[in-house]
């Protein structure tokens, strides 16, 4: 960890820090980020570990006061053990009122957690209250160290085992963003709050390759949709949760200079189903960029909801609701692009026009309905499918009801003539349809709190 990650992370000369009483773990102070004012709070982990006393409790809740009052995002630097033990009651105290001020900041100015070292008890649960949630290589987040677990459990584990980058990154979602060292991961700390705290407004969009290229030929193969959205935006995103739920995409970004959301479903990871943990992954992405009126890019190849035991022992049920309900909820702009299918309850989910879409485009390749044309005529008719004498006639009597099925409601023309979908974009048009309809469509704050997963 930096001598003070906090020099390093803001910008040179710009940082101002608050009084603090004497051999206090906890500082906090003003800054600049890349010319954006922030507030920081920073744990200091040599000084008796970073332990959060009365008064370390009371720098981190007048730092978050201070950005409130000033409209300002708060990045909060954490490497700490948890309520002091030498104080016992009035640290316990102390660190409920921590969670209270960030509570009580939720939604109304960005709040970003960047843990450096280990963070235990107190100081897990304080950066999984705030927005985004950032570890560095060095990192670790627990409720209790491996000493408490092997006394209480008789496991025996290392602190990267039990709540390393690793664990936190690709399996309990707790961590966001991982960065590949110290500095990387304050460097995107620094891109997030310009992002959630500075969004500035469209503008023209400068040309990018058609976004087209990234889908095979075969409307059957999978790809990789991250590509796919870079291509609409000005640049590459800021990927959160990479490794967690990949089936499922979200990142911020910026198309034409306005800082959006963007949610997608991604083929190459379980073909791009949505499940459980895509479920709670996606409605607090939602729910984030809702918050601070951050626009929704939703882009939609999904066949349907992941079938099976362990999906519904793993509430895919209670936690897929969570989608349904942040995207009916939401109030700020809300795009869907599909671009080849959007099958069943998981046409829906993203972003349907059902739930309040304010546009959803489609490329000409887009599908939609309950399921396939083709699948959903084996069903509906497999008895006269069966009745047939060669095969040549079965082929040609599937052919013509898939033709009737497409035409009935299983295909996109049902959706356009029903005004589920607003219009049919060549995928090479559609970065400046999106850029034309946020200029249409402003978004500002909603100020809902952004309530953990």
Known sequence: MPEDPLTTLADPGTVRRLPAPPNCAVTSATARLRGLPVVCYVMDGTRRGGALTTAGCEQIVTAIDLAVRAGRPVIGLWHSGGAALQEGGPALDGVGRVFRAIVGASGVVPQISVVLGPAAGGAAYGPALTDVVLMSEDAKIFVTGPGV????????????????????????????????????????????????????????????????????????????????????LDDDPLVLHEGWAPNVLTALGRLAGRAVG???????RRGGCLDAAAGDKAARFVRLCDSFGLPLIVLVDVPGYLPGLDEERNGVVRRGAKLL?????????????????AYGGAYIAMNSKALGATAVLAWPT???????????????????????????EKTQLRDQLTAAYQASGGSLSWALRSGAVDAVVEPAETRAELARLLRQHPAAPTRLANIPL
């Open 149 to 232: 677990v092997a006394q209480v459990t008789g496991q025996q584990l290392t602190g990267e085992a039990l709540g390393g980058p690793g664990v936190h990154g690709r399996v309990s979602g707790v961590a966001h963003v991982v960065g590949r060292d110290t500095k990387d991961t304050l460097s995107r700390a620094g891109d997030l709050a310009g992002l959630l705290g500075a969004p500035g407004q469209p503008g023209d969009p400068a040309p990018r390759p058609d976004p087209a290229r990234w889908l095979p030929s075969s409307p059957r193969r999978a790809y990789d949709v991250r590509p796919l959205a870079a291509d609409l």
């Open 262 to 268: 963007v949610l997608a479903s991604n083929p190459i």
């Open 325 to 341: 309900h942040a995207f009916a909820a939401a109030r700020t702009p809300r795009i869907t692009v599909v671009t080849r299918k």
């Open 366 to 392: 887009a599908e939609i309905g309950i399921m396939n044309a083709g699948s959903a005529v084996d069903i509906l008719h497999r008895r006269e499918l069966a009745a047939c004498a060669t095969d040549e």
